[in-house]
T-cell receptor
Framework: KAGVTQTPRYLIKTRGQQVTLSCSPI?????VSWYQQTPGQGLQFLFE???????NKGNFPGRFSGRQFSNSRSEMNVSTLELGDSALYLC?????????????FGPGTRLTVT | AQSVAQPEDQVNVAEGNPLTVKCTYS??????LFWYVQYPNRGLQFLLK??????LVKGSYGFEAEFNKSQTSFHLKKPSALVSDSALYFC????????????FGKGNQVVVIP
C-alpha cells in the first residue's frame, strides 16, 4: 500500500499570504489528522477529520482551517500567514476503527514564512 | 487533561549497549500508549503500541516497551543499539473515550555513538 502523501514538500510564503497544504491518506483510511511541529512547541494537534466532518480541533486560531473530501483526501489552509507559522506540517491517517489504531504519518510540508 | 512527559532531552548510548527512552503519562482512566520515531526531514514512523494485555510490547526494528500502570510509565527499550537508531523518539497517549485526541511528548533525541 502506498503511504500517506503530502504536497507540496516545501513552501516559502510571505507574511499576510495564505497557503493550502494537501494530504492523501493511505487507501482505506478514513481519518486524517494534522499536526504542527516546531522546535519550540514540539508536535501540536491541529484538527482531525473523519467522513468529511471535523471531529476534533486543537488550540489554534481561526486562521487555521481544513476540510476533507469524499475520497478522504484532506486540505489544510492557513490564512494571513505570520512568521510564527513557519513549521513542519504533518498529516496522519488511520482507519478510525477505534482509539487503539495507530496513525501513519506523511513526510510533512515544510512551510517557511518570510 | 492528558499529558506525556519525556524527561530527558537527549539520550546518548554507545553502539551495542542497551537503549532506554523514558516516558511517563498523566491521565485518568486506562490510556492507549504509542511510540513513534522520526528521522531527519521525515514524518513520524509508528514503532509500537500498548492497548491492553501483556505489559511488555514488542514492536518494529527490535524495539519493545514496558507498560507500568503503578508508575504510569511506558519506557521504550532496545537490547542492543545501532548507529541507525539515532533519531527523535516520541511517546504519545490517547484516551479510550472522549475526543480520542493523540497527545505527544516533547520528544527525545537519541544519539548512538559508534
Amino acid at each position: 500500500k502506498a503511504g500517506v502523501t503530502q504536497t507540496p514538500r516545501y513552501l516559502i510564503k510571505t507574511r499576510g499570504q495564505q497557503v493550502t497544504l494537501s494530504c492523501s491518506p493511505i487507501s482505506g483510511h478514513r481519518s486524517v489528522s494534522w499536526y504542527q511541529q516546531t522546535p519550540g512547541q514540539g508536535l501540536q494537534f491541529l484538527f482531525e477529520y473523519f467522513s468529511e466532518t471535523q471531529r476534533n480541533k486543537g488550540n489554534f486560531p481561526g486562521r487555521f482551517s481544513g476540510r476533507q473530501f469524499s475520497n478522504s483526501r484532506s486540505e489544510m489552509n492557513v490564512s494571513t500567514l505570520e512568521l510564527g507559522d513557519s513549521a513542519l506540517y504533518l498529516c496522519a491517517s488511520r482507519t478510525r476503527q477505534g482509539p487503539g489504531d495507530e496513525q501513519y504519518f506523511g513526510p510533512g510540508t515544510r512551510l517557511t514564512v518570510t | 487533561a492528558q499529558s506525556v512527559a519525556q524527561p530527558e532531552d537527549q539520550v546518548n548510548v554507545a553502539e551495542g549497549n542497551p537503549l532506554t527512552v523514558k516516558c511517563t503519562y498523566s491521565v485518568s482512566g486506562n490510556p492507549y500508549l504509542f511510540w513513534y520515531v522520526q528521522y531527519p526531514n521525515r514524518g513520524l514512523q509508528f514503532l509500537l503500541k500498548y492497548i491492553t494485555g501483556d505489559n511488555l510490547v514488542k514492536g518494529s526494528y527490535g524495539f519493545e516497551a514496558e507498560f507500568n500502570k503503578s508508575q504510569t510509565s511506558f519506557h521504550l527499550k532496545k537490547p542492543s543499539a545501532l548507529v541507525s537508531d539515532s533519531a527523535l523518539y516520541f511517546c504519545a497517549v490517547r484516551l479510550p473515550y472522549g475526543n480520542n485526541r493523540l497527545a505527544f511528548g516533547k520528544g527525545n533525541q537519541v544519539v548512538v555513538i559508534p
